[in-house]
DNA sequence: TCTTGACCTTCCAGTCACGGGAACCCTTAT
DNA sequence: ATAAGGGTTCCCGTGACTGGAAGGTCAAGA
């Protein structure tokens, strides 16, 4: 299977394979061509690779995780603790968020939008403090 | 007032100082020796960069709203359409990530964390769908 | 056989918003 | 004279790709 077969099965870019393989989180084999050819256990890769990343693991977490994945006798506390980890900066990064809609969304509600000159928004962002 | 004296007072670093202007955020004077002089409305630009970045607006947005904010005939409804915008692109963050939590929070709540290889984690990534 | 077009390859550059560090200049105090 | 503590520019690196150029490979049609 070439590289765009291995695209379509994934949802990954090709490009992104190619960076993957790049940066050693896979190791497609070459056909006599130059080609790289994906095995159903490169794709197994692959696919675990696309499903983390859709949680948000950076690629160093998957590196660990795939690791892990691949040893028969890893335990499972050690992907726990990787997932909980992530788990917590995805909480943190939650929290920033909704703390940055509020304030905005109260900026917006209190916004005329109108073809006046006044704007709460542009006040609150030149004001002293937020309060 | 040099750099350092305008980065304590906005909490801007200097780093981040010298990269707006070179992007041409903002444009302080220069004195004899070369040095980056600030004044009161520089002061007043820099306290609104930190504040717009601080709600996550990205340096885009903050060069049209800092415009707008140096216009005073701009009408309130290009701002809030701004403000809007980048409102929506937060929920959607937010709504991505508390997906994200959910997943790999049933995910690390139903692994025992233990000793023993079985991880529904890794399970869970390697399976052909979420569900 | 030739050519066309769809693949594939590598390599280089750019993204965003800075941060680190080198090499060097200016000012003030000792 | 020297040392410390500013300031300056310039270049490289970050994460995780993405776009594009230049060129090799393959299958099908005229």
């Known amino acids: 299977m070439n590289i765009s077969q291995a695209s379509k099965a994934t949802g990954l870019p090709a490009k992104t394979i190619r960076y993957y393989e790049e940066i050693g ?21 692959l696919n675990f690779l696309a499903r983390a990343r859709a949680l948000g693991f950076s690629i160093d977490h ?14 499972s506390a050690d ?20 703390e940055m809609r509020d304030t905005l969304g109260e900026l917006v509600r ?5 073809g006046r000159p006044d704007c709460p928004i542009l006040n609150s962002l030149s004001a002293t403090s937020f309060s």
Chains 1, 2 share one sequence.
């Open 25 to 45: 989180l896979i190791r497609p084999m070459r056909s006599t061509n130059g080609y790289r050819t994906f095995t159903d256990t490169s794709l197994h890769q």
């Open 62 to 75: 998957c590196r660990s995780l795939l690791a892990l994945w691949e040893d028969r006798d890893r335990a």
């Open 79 to 98: 992907v726990r603790r990787i997932a909980l980890k992530h788990l917590n900066e995805i909480e943190k990064k939650i929290s920033d968020l909704t």
């Open 110 to 114: 209190t916004c005329d939008g109108d």
